[in-house]
């Protein structure tokens, strides 16, 4: 996409922080960032223990602690070329010997609950929403801004997004059916959970869960 387009910006999202080194992701982006002439955007998120333990084996500890280390690391690695630091889930003494002539990747979080809402306030350039509706918007901003103002930014600061599910097809039910169960799978996702129960749906995603453990998965969506 990067050789074929000119303008469009590139963003990953999202990329689950644990499965890589933070400075595996940030080589991997600036490389993005330099084929495609500086339109680089870093989605980065905390996934979830199903993905992150299960499926790849990786530590999920201390979600909101990792990203705020992780980004400190590629922020020092995007703009100095060095990455030096010491956390409590991450460390790093890393030097790229490489400067980019193109400002640095911006960096946006994908955010659910307020933890992640407000650090995306503090320290990210962009915040990634998913699965919410216009009614839950206006709080989620308002966490936004908490987390701005602790860093002496503004929310004008922050380009907010969020996800726009689209279907290519003349057939509404298929589409509708295809939408189901990509929600579904969300219901296993304590992150997702918490911010569903926030909705007001917890008992339809507990009803989910419950047709799924009984083998009952062609109901569940």
Known sequence: IAQATTKAALATGIVPIQIRTPGAMAMGFLTLHELSGGRAIAGLGVSSPVIVERWHGAAYQRPVTAMRECVTIM??????????????VYRSDFRLGFQSKYPPPRIYL??????????????????LLNYSPPEAIPPMIAEIRAGAEKAGRKLTDI???????????????????????ELATYAFVDQYNAMFERYGLQHEFAEVRRLSREGKRDDAP
């Not at 997004?161 to 189901?180: G, V």
């Open 75 to 88: 922020r020092q690695l995007f703009t100095e070329g060095r990455g030096k630091f010491e956390g409590k």
């Open 159 to 181: 380009d907010i997004s969020i996800y726009l599910r689209m279907c290519i097809t003349e057939d509404e039910h298929a589409a509708i059916a295809s939408f189901k169960r």
């Open 110 to 127: 994908a955010a659910l609950n307020p933890p992640m809402l407000r650090l995306a306030g503090e320290i990210a350039d962009g915040v």
